[in-house]
């Protein structure tokens, strides 16, 4: 694989990248513009990328079809999935800024198109989609107003969440058609779309009351999570997914602080801190924003709001929630350690989790995941041939197989084998267990006494039996 760098002031050009060359294999969802050798069976795609040419797409497995003969531009568009959907726990920007780069991207398509007054899909991100910290009340909210019940067990027998109480939405600058904002370009004005006007609306319909500050330009909208209030977010929304992404459109809007210049430096940057460059607005800045989201919680009659959860229970409704968002859809998730933050038992139960939120079978064709970790629970609950084990030595990256069964395997074993730490205790104690060691070995010291000192200040543990053991079995030790 080679790398190749140039300069592209014309824009983005399909046969210029980083790598610059590749080749790519992986099974696609089953679809109608090729007669495959089986109803059931996935096509096999290839993707080949050479130095200064474009990427082409092959299927290795079709009936009447060469498969030397690259796809055209519909049948490519068939054998990607529907959305890549990424998710990142921590400041891991060589995940997202692909992703971030792209939604300013969109961001600048949706302004074009509201200025020249053609139409908009109102999708504010294409195949391309991060969702970060703040998308999480969004992707809570989704989950619970418009949600199946049994998809989100989960939540219910892990954390007691039984739903969302209540909540509220603020919306500044959508009430005019020309818009009171400051736009990305510093102009004085940014427009509102037709498309996001008509989310406005039929949130506004879909809330238990509502008030227009005119002096202000803003609009608070109340929702009593109810029964009633269930029944018209479905009229108007239809599903999980489709509310999620007026909210995202929405969300979307509070880019438009960011100049030209800003975006354009963005872009431009090899440095991979651009998010920092990005300013932040003020809440009250914001063109929108979710506020004062009361949530039920099994036990607890206490007002729960969504922002005193902790990071873990965030995590969890982060992480699985995009899960049960898009299980109906055709997506590859890319999710970077999913699990730092949860608890040992979370960590345990965290595959059979996400199974419980994505369908057995799909008719989109299904999903694909790719996870990273440093958990061995999650290892243990994974066949050999789905994990990937990475080295990097003398800046060398190897990449392997575990040679042992992982499926079931003790998290000692896989501690040990794949993380290449042969102790189960901390350093301190261990510390500790070598400084016993070395007094055992001074005939001067009483070993019965060492041995109840060994017992009074560590734990038990592999490493205190075998020194023990180690004690007893010397000729000082014995009786």
């Given amino acids: 694989m080679n790398a190749i760098r140039k300069p592209s002031p014309g824009g983005y050009r399909e046969e210029e ?35 200064g040419s474009g990427p082409q797409f092959f299927i290795l497995n079709g009936v009447g079809i060469d498969q030397n003969t690259p796809l055209d531009s519909r049948q490519i568009k068939a054998v990607l999935p529907d959305f890549v959907v990424a998710y990142s726990s921590g400041e891991n920007e060589i995940l997202s800024l692909p992703f971030f780069k792209m939604r300013f991207i969109h961001f600048d398509e949706y302004l074009d198109s509201v200025r020249k007054e053609t139409p908009y899909s109102g999708t504010p991100e294409g195949r391309l989609i991060f969702l970060d910290q ?8 989704s989950n619970f107003i418009l949600g199946d019940d049994s998809h989100l067990q989960p939540f219910k027998t892990e954390m007691g969440l039984e739903g969302v109480k209540y909540f509220r939405i603020i919306l500044r600058d959508v009430l005019y058609p020309s818009g009171r904002g400051v736009s990305s370009d510093n102009t004085g004005q940014w427009p509102i779309s037709n498309n996001a006007r008509f989310i406005v609306k039929r949130l506004s319909r879909c809330a238990t009351s509502f008030y227009c500050d005119k002096d202000t330009d803003t609009i608070y909208l109340d929702y009593w999570l109810d029964d009633d209030c269930r029944k018209a977010f479905k009229l108007h929304f239809g599903n999980s997914l489709d509310l999620f992404r007026a909210f ?27 998010n920092e460059t990005i300013p932040t607005l003020p809440s009250d800045q914001r063109v929108m924003r979710f506020k004062d989201v009361v949530l039920k919680k099994t036990g607890v009659d206490a007002t729960v709001y969504s922002k005193a959860l902790s990071d873990g229970e965030n ?5 699985l929630g995009l899960c049960t968002l898009y299980r109906d859809s055709n997506v590859l998730f890319l999710l970077d350690e999913p699990d730092t933050h949860f608890n040992p038992d979370w960590r345990s139960k965290f595959i059979s989790r996400l199974k419980e939120c994505l369908p057995e079978t799909s008719s989109s064709g299904g999903h694909e995941m790719l996870i990273t970790t440093h958990a061995p629970f999650l290892i243990s609950d994974s066949t050999p041939e789905k994990v990937l084990v990475f080295n990097k030595a003398d800046g060398v990256v190897s990449v392997s197989h575990p040679d042992y069964n992982t499926l079931g395997a003790s998290i ?40 109840a000192e060994i017992n009074r200040q560590l734990g038990d543990s592999v490493e205190k039996v075998l020194l023990i053991k180690t004690i007893l079995e010397s000729p000082e030790g014995q009786c």
């Fill in 17 to 51: 990248g980083i790598p610059d060359a590749f080749e790519l294999e992986y099974l696609s969802k089953p679809f109608s513009e090729f007669e495959l050798l089986e109803k059931v069976q996935q096509p096999h795609v290839k993707i080949v990328k050479e130095i």
């Fill in 134 to 141: 703040d998308l999480n009340q969004a992707i809570l909210l």
């Fill in 248 to 274: 995202q459109l929405l969300l979307t809007l509070n880019l438009y602080s960011v100049s030209n210049q800003q975006k354009l430096e963005m872009y431009q940057s090899k440095s991979l801190y651009v």
């Fill in 315 to 319: 995590q969890f409704l982060h992480t």
């Fill in 412 to 451: 000692n074993k896989i501690t040990m084998t794949t993380f290449g730490k042969r102790e189960t205790i901390g350093l301190r104690a261990q510390t500790m267990l070598e400084d016993f060691r070395t007094r055992s070995k001074d005939d001067n010291e009483n070993k019965e006494l060492l041995i």
